[in-house]
């Protein structure tokens, strides 16, 4: 079992900045994959950012060049700094952990609000 708590949400204007953090319960060295995911109202849940086996950072189109996923082991704690944030980014962020295949291996956290607006 992973538990994983997610914080750092928030009301932010257009064009500001707000950053994520995901902390584990357990270690996340080694994992398959670690990562952020949205869901908007009425929208289907969709990936933000991830970092798979080995370190790779992935990051979906929408987000390119303006978040950036990063990890500290040793705190067991994955980050999401969302620069030049969009009203369009406005969703519920969750902070996913997949450690080997099968729905018991794949685990979420809460979410956490952020909202951009004017």
């Known amino acids: 079992q992973v538990q994983l708590v997610e914080s750092g949400g928030g009301l932010v204007q257009p064009g500001g900045s707000l950053r994520l953090s995901c902390g584990a319960s357990?270690?996340?060295?080694?994992?398959?994959?670690v990562g952020w995911f949205r869901q908007a109202p009425g929208n289907q849940r969709e990936w933000v950012a991830v970092?798979?086996?080995?370190?790779?950072?992935k990051y979906a189109d929408p987000v390119k060049g303006r978040f950036t996923i990063s990890r500290d082991i040793a705190k067991n704690t994955v980050y999401l700094q969302m620069n030049s944030l969009k009203p369009d980014d406005t969703a519920v962020y969750y902070c996913?952990?997949?450690?080997?295949?099968?729905?018991?291996?794949?685990?979420w956290g809460q979410g956490t609000q952020v909202t951009v607006s004017s």
């Open positions: 970092i798979i086996s080995g370190g790779t950072t």
């Open positions: 357990k270690s996340i060295s080694g994992i398959n994959l």
């Open positions: 996913r952990a997949v450690t080997g295949t099968g729905p018991d291996r794949d685990y």
